[in-house]
């Protein structure tokens, strides 16, 4: 064999491992890490839809008593802050509504617009919180 028909198979040779893995590493890439399926915190808005309940907290001034959003569905947020994957989220802690519709009461099924952000403080009692722009209720309690 002569020096070119060397070289081609060695090159053809390296070749096909080096792109296998570059297949497996977009692959692994191609989920959560670029938003594929998965929410953004802050300023990004979203709309979720869930049962509203309101649970009480011990806090070092008394009792806490904050509205949590019970998703329907679970989802997933992507968090660089804690990892490169996303991360799921099944009740919110609703912030930013000083005062709830009369006829959004305990499992009352809503819909929420606003921007999540992550927990940081003692009074934030879920991994991700949402601050509501929009609180709209969608049927009523059961």
């Known amino acids: ?9 060695r090159s053809w040779f390296l070749g096909r ?46 009792m806490d008593n904050v509205p949590i959003l019970v998703l329907d569905r679970t989802v997933y947020v992507y968090s660089p802050a804690h990892s490169y994957q996303c991360m799921s989220a099944t009740d919110i802690q609703l912030v930013g509504v000083s005062e709830f519709p009369e006829s959004v009461i305990e499992n009352s099924q809503v819909s929420a617009q606003g921007s999540l952000f992550e927990s940081t403080a003692g009074h934030q009692y879920t991994r991700f919180l949402m601050n509501v722009t929009t609180l709209l209720p969608l049927k009523p309690a059961r």
């Open 1 to 9: 064999m002569n020096a070119v028909g060397m070289n081609i198979s």
């Open 17 to 62: 491992p080096m792109a296998l893995v570059a297949l497996a590493a977009l692959t692994a890439l191609a989920g959560c890490v670029h938003g594929s399926g998965c929410l953004f915190l802050q300023p990004i808005k979203h709309t979720l839809t869930g049962r509203i309940h309101f649970r009480s907290f011990p806090a070092p001034d008394g």
